[in-house]
């Protein structure tokens, strides 16, 4: 059978990486510049003057662009071929971006991760472990070592004492001691150890109460009565002038001084002044001495017991 042979279909000319990349160039060209046509103007002339303006802009920068290649461009800004479009909300999107941000959230759970955990050491090393330290600290000391330290020094008071009246205060200062470890008083029982080690070294001191001079005053409830007591101090066996806690029974304090007056009757104090009178030196000058495990000093002369820590000298 014979006859004119079937048309080939013409093939479309492959469009180059140069002509495609100069058709995007021209869609981004016509947005950036603003070149898009007022609405007036026809299609046809919208795109005859689009041309010429896309013609002048590149003769300008000595790109030749053809027809074709300004008419792609055209036709693909109206299409909006080379525009992004982000796809809707979905859930396969947003697990998308998920993963795409991956390494950001890793970093982020991470830098909480790591947050938390500092708050939570500082937390327990800072507050919980100081705390649990002290309390243990304070069991430990109410359990074993107050308890020692009350009994040895109780012990230590008593092995010195040659005087009831010491051992007396020993036992109540031990008594009050316990009963405060009873209740958890830790500073109760701290006093009571510091009560039992002043009375031990008060125990343990000697001296003698040395005559320097004599004063009297009036006391405040009778004006016309005169109180006479006779300076002393306390010196030790080496020749030390010691400190000694004396109640000024004017005020009703104790004060720790060096030199306090002695309260005695008018003819002890008469028979002082009487042994300085002559060559102006007390020859008999000691009062009393105190005796090592003994409280106060035995006294030679006759005293009274009352005390003065401060005085006018007379």
């Not at 469009?15 to 026809?42: F, K, S």
């Not at 600290?137 to 010491?166: N, W």
């Not at 109640?247 to 009703?252: G, H, I, L, M």
Request: aromatic residues 6%; glycine residues 8%.
């Amino acid at each position: 059978m014979s006859g004119a042979p079937a048309a080939v279909p013409a093939v479309a000319k492959p469009q180059t990486l140069d002509e495609l990349m100069l058709a995007m160039d021209v869609v981004d060209t016509i947005r950036h510049r603003e070149l898009i046509v007022e609405r007036e103007l026809g299609l046809g002339e919208r795109d005859n003057a689009l041309r010429d303006r896309l013609r002048e802009i590149y003769r300008t920068q000595g790109i030749e662009v053809t027809d074709g290649v300004i008419d792609q461009g055209i036709k693909a800004l109206r299409e909006s071929r080379f525009v992004y479009t982000p796809p809707a909300p979905s859930l396969g999107r947003t697990l998308a971006l998920i993963w795409i941000s991956r390494g950001r959230i890793v970093g982020w759970t991470a830098a909480l991760l790591i947050g938390v955990t500092a708050l939570w050491a500082g937390y327990q090393y800072g507050i919980v472990g100081p705390r649990q330290h002290a309390a243990e600290a304070t069991r430990v000391e109410l359990a074993e070592t107050l308890p020692k330290a009350l009994q040895s020094a109780y012990d230590s008071v008593i092995a010195e004492a040659r005087v009831d009246q010491a051992r007396t205060e020993a036992a109540g200062m031990l008594s009050d001691g316990r009963n405060a470890l009873a209740r958890s008083d830790v500073t109760g029982a701290r006093a009571a150890i510091t009560g039992l080690e002043t009375l031990r070294t008060k125990l343990v001191q000697t001296y003698q109460l040395r005559i320097t001079s004599g004063v009297w005053r009036y006391p405040e409830e009778n004006g016309s009565a005169r109180n006479y007591y006779l300076i002393v101090q306390a010196v030790s066996p080496s020749g030390q002038t010691l400190t000694i806690p004396i109640r000024n029974e004017e005020d009703d304090r104790t004060y720790n001084v060096s030199a306090w007056g002695v309260r005695v009757p008018q003819a002890t104090y008469d028979a002082v002044a009487s042994d300085k009178r002559d060559n102006n030196i007390v020859e008999n000058n000691v009062l009393g001495e105190k005796a090592r495990g003994e409280l106060d000093p035995r006294y030679r002369m006759t005293v009274l017991g009352g005390a003065i820590t401060s005085w006018d000298d007379d």
